[in-house]
């Protein structure tokens, strides 16, 4: 049996915020909220700053234009048969889905834009029967290379340190490097690069 002073002794409900405790619950949520936000924008800046193409090594374009890669037909394509003309690079694989979604617009960009001069090249990152197959079932009219690891290399070289794809590199008439971007090209990118010719 409880008396008087037993109740009275007993401590308030624990569940029950102080005063004090109330005040600070928004102030704290703020805070996390605050520091949820500046942790968000850190990782994506990380993100973009890992994702942008980075400095293109020495030497590379000169390089370039004196290299050859196989093609399907296991014939070789010199780089040089594409110099002096605007030349858009692309590497992508089959395998990589932006790379896949984005060959449509290039190959009407290249419908539109060849009898201008403007050329594009696929490198292919990916296995000959891959490309072969998936070339069977959407037929490009741009020429494709098979890059291997030549291509992999290549891309580093030109800024592509983290080896993503795709990865797009305009050269203009005289074979220096105009544009760069990582990541699937939009109509806006190549609507700019060709007034950059």
């Not at 409880?2 to 704290?28: G, K, L, M, N, Y």
């Amino acid at each position: 049996m409880s008396t008087p002073a037993d109740s009275d002794s007993q401590s308030p409900d624990s569940s029950q915020p102080s005063a004090a405790e109330s005040v600070s619950h928004p102030r704290r949520r703020m805070v996390l909220a605050g520091a949820g936000v500046a942790a968000a924008a850190a990782g994506a800046g990380v993100a973009w700053w890992r994702l942008q193409p980075h400095a293109v090594e020495d030497g590379v374009a000169a390089s370039f234009w004196n290299a050859s890669m196989q093609t399907l037909d296991d014939s070789t394509l010199t780089m040089r048969k594409f110099h002096g003309r605007p030349l858009l690079l692309n590497f992508w694989a089959t395998w990589c889905p932006p790379c896949v979604d984005e060959l449509p617009l290039l190959n009407d960009f290249y419908a539109k834009n060849s009898g201008k001069g403007f050329q594009i090249l696929g490198l292919a990152i990916d296995q000959p029967s891959a490309v072969r197959k998936f070339l069977d079932k959407s037929p490009l009219d741009f020429p494709i290379a098979l890059a291997g690891l030549t291509g992999t290399d290549l891309g580093r070289a030109l800024g592509n340190d983290v080896g993503g794809l795709p990865f797009s590199v305009l050269f203009g008439k005289d074979g220096n490097i105009l544009q760069r971007k990582m990541g699937q090209l939009t109509e806006q990118d190549l609507n700019q690069w060709v007034t950059q010719v």
